[in-house]
């Protein structure tokens, strides 16, 4: 089930701003934070994020982004370093088609991959 959860923030939004959550399972564990930048009807920049909730506190375990000046996946480790892989998409709005579906796909993987790393 996939719920969009809307927000009131304390910072405004930019004009072409869009700033939301998406809700991956159904007790609220699991989440994409997104924002999106967009100008002209583009979309210029974006982050979309996949969040678990570890210990009452969120906590990031993939990221894709334009930061760096290219689009690109973080993958979190316990340690908070990132494992960094390009990826070669340039059209930004199949980009952030493909990190959305990436996350909506497979975030039970990258959970579960996250959580190894606590086991050991």
């Known amino acids: 089930m996939k719920i969009v959860i ?3 923030l304390i910072k405004p939004l930019t004009l ?3 700033y939301f959550f998406i809700l991956l399972d159904d007790i609220g564990f699991d989440r994409l934070r997104i924002r999106i930048e967009t100008s002209k009807g583009g979309v210029k920049y974006f982050v979309v994020q996949y969040e678990t909730l570890i210990s009452n506190e969120w906590v990031a ?3 894709y982004d334009l930061a760096h000046g290219f ?6 480790t316990l340690k908070g370093e990132k494992e960094k892989q390009s990826i070669n998409i340039t059209n930004l709005e199949d ?3 493909y990190a959305q579906q990436d996350l909506k ?3 039970e993987f990258y959970k579960e991959r996250y959580l190894k790393q606590i086991k050991k």
């Open 61 to 63: 375990i993939v990221r």
């Open 71 to 76: 689009f690109h996946r973080d993958v979190m």
């Open 16 to 18: 072409g701003e869009k």
């Open 6 to 8: 809307s927000l009131t």
């Open 105 to 107: 796909d497979r975030w």
């Open 95 to 97: 980009a952030l088609n």
